[in-house]
């Protein structure tokens, strides 16, 4: 495609439901990364996946976080039984390597009542 | 550990004036750099990279950032704030050591415009 998507744009969800959140990286790029923005704050990373290695989940929260990547396509974030404090926007990114330069997706917006 | 710091947090400047954004990191190897910028209500879009060569990169917007090793810095400037600048300015590090390495961001500065 011609960036990176996600879906959905908007989340609400009540507190102690789960959410699964989507990313579709550019297609080619191997490295893929979440990220997390609560209002006003900057990027809090979460995960990053690199072509078939095990992927750096150095920054999920709690156990209640976890992602896939399917190959170097989709990936799905999941929250586990949300919390007030899990809302925020939650980004994704795609580059060709890791090191390199990022292409974000416009974020899905995520909101626990 | 790899870091990245941007010392400050908030940075107010008058329209017209010039602008210096710092940018300092600590990274074993060679860096690559980047600067990006997210304007209020939109995604983040990359503003420059370095990667090798010249010092002196030059990006959108009317913006340049130097290079400086000896110092681990990386500033982003503009000689001429507008208003629209006002965003907030992320700056980012990666490295070629192995082709796992992620970029890291640092905590972000944000720009007000004063007419």
């Known amino acids: 495609g011609a960036g990176v998507s996600q879906s959905p744009s908007n989340k609400v969800t009540e507190k102690g439901k789960d959410v699964e959140l989507r990313c579709d990286p550019i297609s080619g790029h191997t490295a893929l990364y979440w990220y997390r923005q609560r209002l006003g704050q900057g990027l809090e990373f979460l995960i990053y996946?690199?072509?078939?290695?095990?992927?750096?989940k150095s920054g999920l929260p709690s156990d209640r976080f976890s992602a896939e990547r399917t190959g170097e396509s989709v990936s799905t974030l999941t929250i586990q039984r949300t919390q007030q404090e899990d809302s925020a926007v939650y980004l994704c990114?795609?580059?060709?390597?890791?090191?390199?330069?990022?292409?974000f997706g416009p974020g899905t917006r995520l909101t626990v009542l | 550990a790899q870091s990245v710091t941007q010392p400050d947090i908030h940075i107010t400047v008058s329209e017209g004036a010039s602008l210096e954004l710092r940018c300092n990191y600590s990274?074993?190897?060679?860096?690559?750099l980047f600067w990006y910028v997210q304007s209020p209500g939109q995604g983040l879009q990359l503003l420059l990279k370095?990667?090798?060569?010249?010092?002196l990169v030059q990006g959108i917007k009317g913006f340049e950032a130097e290079f400086k090793r000896s110092q681990s810095s990386f500033n982003l400037r503009k000689p001429s704030v507008h208003w629209s600048d006002a965003a907030e300015y992320f700056c980012?590090?990666?490295?070629?050591?192995?082709?796992?390495?992620?970029?890291?961001f640092g905590p972000g500065t944000s720009l007000s415009v004063i007419p």
């Open positions: 370095y990667f090798s060569g010249d010092t």
């Open positions: 980012a590090v990666g490295a070629m050591r192995t082709s796992y390495d992620k970029v890291i």
């Open positions: 990114a795609s580059s060709r390597r890791g090191y390199d330069e990022q292409f």
């Open positions: 996946f690199q072509g078939n290695s095990a992927p750096d």
């Open positions: 990274y074993g190897a060679t860096p690559y």
